[in-house]
């Protein structure tokens, strides 16, 4: 498995791209940068690939309505030309309260937007001159909806590669379905080894019986809160806060897919009371009731042992991409873990 890991949007990001040349050298293989409502992901990203050598960088993710389907193309074309062809394009809908709340967009069809937007991109790559009618992209934009002087262009530059891998964060089974068929890589959230196949199993072999073999095998990206030895549990409360935040707030009754997924997952009664606390304004409160065992199944907390079988597991129900979040007292100890779970890892 690779080991790859997210790096935080809360803050500016000098300081924490410094230490990434000590997490490049105890083995990390990919860094993923997200791009909530917050400084943008692609000047971190163009700052890491100055500052990094080998480390793939991957934006983790770009909102597909936040950006034309030829600027994220653009934007990934320019990123893999100062990474020297490190780049990964992950790409996700995210949900309303980001999309309507934040950048005033309509919430609208996110599944074929998304298959038309990787279909640009590719065809922007290769160089092809953009005629694409598609259901909700054209382009040239078409006569009777614009000047009529729109002409079919051509990316001026050659970009390093005319494939440029892209993940894509989905979780309902029509999206992970086009993800497993269309992409070169699935990050879902909240990944439990043990549950992914009845949760996700029909989806993902829908999507890859109708898959293109130049593809390649899919690559599954599982993220994990990490720390390890014999007093670590209460780490597991980190990640309180943020899977009420996902669970409870992250759209509103009926449209919170991050709910959904906890209900499809068993916790249909504690999904419903995070949601109305929640909403409500309990935050606190709706944190106190996310499930013990969707906290510790999700994450890399606990003793070598408990860390050796859940990468075990994890390997077994197919994940090849760890995407952690090293917990310790400072950057010295967090690059070890990075180095522990390299070797734990290897091991499985």
């Given at each position: 498995m690779r080991i790859g890991m997210s790096l935080s949007y809360a803050g500016g990001f000098k300081e924490t791209v410094d230490e990434l040349a000590d997490y490049e050298k105890a083995g990390l293989d990919i860094v993923f940068v997200p791009e909530a409502y917050s400084f943008d992901a692609v000047s971190q990203l163009g700052f890491i690939a100055a500052r990094t050598e080998r480390l793939q960088i991957a934006s983790g993710i770009l909102q597909i309505f936040s950006r034309t389907p030829t600027l994220t193309a653009m934007t990934a074309a320019g990123l893999d030309y100062v990474s020297e062809g490190?780049?990964?394009?992950?790409?996700?809908?995210?949900?309303?309260?980001?999309?309507?709340?934040?950048?005033?967009?309509?919430?609208?069809?996110?599944?074929?937007?998304?298959?038309?937007?990787?279909?640009?991109?590719?065809?922007?790559?290769?160089?092809?001159?953009?005629?694409?009618?598609?259901?909700?992209?054209?382009?040239?934009?078409?006569?009777?909806?614009?000047?009529?002087?729109?002409?079919?262009?051509?990316?001026?530059?050659?970009?390093?590669?005319?494939r440029i891998p892209i993940i894509i964060a989905s979780l309902g089974p029509k999206n992970v379905e086009m993800t497993a068929e269309l992409a070169e890589g699935w990050e879902p959230i909240f990944y439990i080894p043990?549950?992914?196949?009845?949760?996700?199993?029909?989806?993902?072999?829908?999507?890859?019986?109708?898959?293109?073999?130049?593809?390649?095998?899919?690559?599954?990206?599982?993220?994990?809160?990490?720390?390890?030895?014999?007093?670590?549990?209460?780490?597991?409360?980190?990640?309180?806060?943020?899977?009420?935040?996902?669970?409870?707030?992250?759209?509103?009754?009926?449209?919170?897919?991050?709910?959904?997924?906890?209900?499809?997952?068993?916790?249909?009664?504690?999904?419903?009371e995070i949601q109305d606390l929640y909403l409500a304004g309990k935050k606190q409160e709706a944190a106190e009731k996310v499930p013990y065992e969707l906290l510790q199944k999700t994450s890399l907390i606990g003793t070598e042992g408990f860390v050796r079988d859940r990468l075990a597991a994890l390997k077994e129900s197919g994940v090849t991409t760890l995407n952690i979040t090293p917990i310790a007292a400072d950057h010295e100890a967090r690059v070890k873990l990075i180095e522990k779970v390299r070797d734990l890892a290897a091991s499985v």
């Open positions: 490190r780049f990964v394009l992950g790409i996700g809908a995210s949900g309303p309260q980001v999309i309507e709340g934040w950048h005033g967009v309509p919430y609208h069809a996110p599944i074929g937007r998304t298959r038309e937007i990787i279909e640009i991109c590719r065809m922007v790559w290769r160089r092809e001159r953009l005629s694409y009618e598609g259901k909700y992209y054209k382009l040239p934009l078409p006569a009777d909806a614009g000047t009529g002087l729109g002409k079919p262009l051509k990316l001026i530059n050659h970009p390093v590669r005319e043990e549950k992914a196949g009845d949760v996700w199993g029909d989806a993902l072999a829908r999507g890859k019986a109708k898959r293109d073999p130049s593809l390649g095998e899919l690559d599954v990206v599982a993220q994990a809160n990490l720390a390890i030895g014999d007093d670590v549990e209460g780490f597991l409360e980190f990640g309180r806060p943020m899977a009420a935040l996902y669970v409870g707030g992250m759209g509103a009754k009926g449209k919170n897919f991050y709910n959904d997924l906890a209900r499809r997952y068993g916790f249909e009664k504690e999904a419903e």
